[in-house]
């Protein structure tokens, strides 16, 4: 079956540590979003890939860096610089082509900062 | 600003007792507007994609609908599956591909 996997589902972060969520799809999708998903808030955007080797950042960039060596992959790492990193973090992908809007998603990956 | 609100927060039912969610929009030129319906823990799953004011689209007991200014997602006669919470996000035409996200209306449906 194809589809969005993301890794770990629950993570711990200690204060100072980076830590990298994993994203990986087989629907040979070209583009690849990053989102932090907090209660009460919409989902915001972190990053975004539209191909292989380019990413843009999205609205809350800041203290987060990503990947895009592979066409399936697109790891999100947070850093020590990211204050308030405790969320629920979502990865989606998108198809090609003129009209091919919608967005899919995977499973989702908990942060915790202990 | 472009924005999308979400109305109500929360809706309880009753089994059976239809009802309708609301997604209201202010964007520069709408390219798409989006349902979504997410379980506790888990990632969003696509419902409907609208693309123009007028359009309709039904799956089971849902059914969206879209105008220039707004969204419904009317549910009839609901079971206790379809609790979740409903997601509403819309494109921009010069969004460069961004979606911009309501904050969901928790739906809570009562045996």
């Known amino acids: 079956d194809g589809g969005i996997t993301q890794s770990p589902k629950y993570l711990f972060r200690k204060e100072g540590q980076n830590v990298t969520l994993s994203c990986e799809q087989n629907l040979n999708h070209d583009a690849m979003y990053w989102y932090r998903q907090d209660p009460g808030q919409g989902l915001r955007l972190i990053y975004y890939?539209?191909?292989?080797?380019?990413?843009q950042k999205g609205d809350i960039a800041e203290g987060y860096s990503v990947s895009r060596e592979k066409k399936e992959s697109f790891p999100l790492t947070v850093t020590s610089a990211q204050k308030n990193p405790t969320a629920f973090y979502l990865c989606?992908?998108?198809?090609?082509?003129?009209?091919?809007?919608?967005?899919?998603f995977g499973p989702g990956t908990r942060l915790t900062v202990l | 600003e472009d924005q999308v609100t979400q109305s109500p927060e929360a809706l309880r039912l009753q089994e059976g007792e239809s009802s309708s969610l609301n997604c209201s929009y202010t964007v520069s030129g709408l390219r798409g507007l989006f349902w979504y319906r997410q379980d506790p823990g888990k990632g969003p799953e696509f419902l409907f994609t609208l693309y123009s004011a007028g359009e309709e689209k039904e799956k089971e007991r849902l059914k969206a609908t879209l105008t220039k200014k707004e969204s419904f997602l009317h549910i009839t006669a609901p079971k206790p599956e379809d609790s979740a919470t409903y997601l509403c996000a819309v494109q921009a035409g010069d969004s460069n591909y961004q979606l911009i996200w309501g904050a969901g209306t928790k739906l809570i449906i009562k045996p």
């Open positions: 890939s539209q191909i292989v080797n380019d990413f």
């Open positions: 989606a992908s998108k198809r090609p082509g003129i009209g091919r809007d919608t967005q899919y």
